[in-house]
């Protein structure tokens, strides 16, 4: 494990429910990010967190409701998701302003049914 | 806000030869650069990054150049093995100083034995 650690890895839902991803970093990092990872698309960046405070929203649709309740965790809520959400979701954290690389967690790979 | 182009989007070489990939990015004020490796069906892992006040890194077979007047940086892999098959992504900071990396559209490397 690099000390990013995302769970379920693999996650099959319907379009009418709930579920949640986590992020779990022990970096010492003070920004989080979630990006969505699409076949043959690059990584689209979806919601940045910096010292636990939203401060970026990527025009990301209101059916993901990210929530950063302190600096290691990260929270995905979704509902109502559509099939083609389908992707890999990875989470990675930083050093934050200063523009360190990011380190990634191995994702959750979504399957909306 | 910032724009990563990356080329090509596949590339395939014979082990021992050289690979080059090259991306142009469109905010003057991005200040650093990483390349990512991501293996199949596993996390993307930093492999090298440049700053802005840097022209040229090396680190044993990978080596990023940046050209900050014409906004392009390149990832040249020297001695190529069978391992370095992957896909790769490069990624430039954007001016919000929130750490967020806009990604490139990946290149699909395939060394053959």
């Known amino acids: 494990e690099t000390g990013v650690t995302q769970t379920p890895r693999h996650l099959v839902m319907g379009m009418t429910n709930k579920k949640s991803l986590k992020c779990e970093q022990h970096l010492g990092h003070n920004a989080m990010y979630w990006y969505k990872q699409s076949a043959k698309k690059p990584l689209e960046l979806m919601f940045v967190?910096?010292?636990?405070?939203?401060?970026e929203n990527n025009s990301v649709p209101s059916r993901f409701s990210p929530e950063c309740p302190n600096s290691s965790h990260l929270f995905l809520h979704l509902h109502t998701l559509q099939p083609e959400d389908s992707a890999l979701y990875l989470c990675?954290?930083?050093?934050?302003?200063?523009?360190?690389?990011?380190?990634f967690g191995s994702g959750t790979r979504l399957t909306v049914v | 806000g910032e724009n990563v182009e990356q080329h090509p989007s596949t590339l395939s070489v014979q082990e021992g030869d050289s690979a080059v990939i090259k991306c142009t990015y469109s905010d003057s004020a991005s200040n650093y650069f990483p390349w990512y490796k991501q293996e199949l069906g596993k996390r993307p892992q930093l492999i090298i990054d440049?700053?802005?006040?840097?022209g040229e890194k090396k680190d044993q077979r990978i080596a990023v150049t940046l050209n900050k007047t014409a906004k392009h940086f390149s990832l040249h892999i020297t001695e190529t093995q069978p391992e370095d098959s992957a896909v790769y992504f490069c990624?430039?900071?954007?001016?919000?100083?929130?750490?967020?990396?806009?990604f490139g559209q990946g290149t699909t490397l395939q060394v053959k034995p």
């Open positions: 967190y910096s010292l636990e405070e939203r401060v």
């Open positions: 990675a954290s930083s050093q934050g302003p200063a523009n360190y690389g990011y380190t």
């Open positions: 990624a430039a900071s954007d001016s919000s100083n929130t750490g967020k990396l806009i």
């Open positions: 440049i700053r802005s006040n840097v």
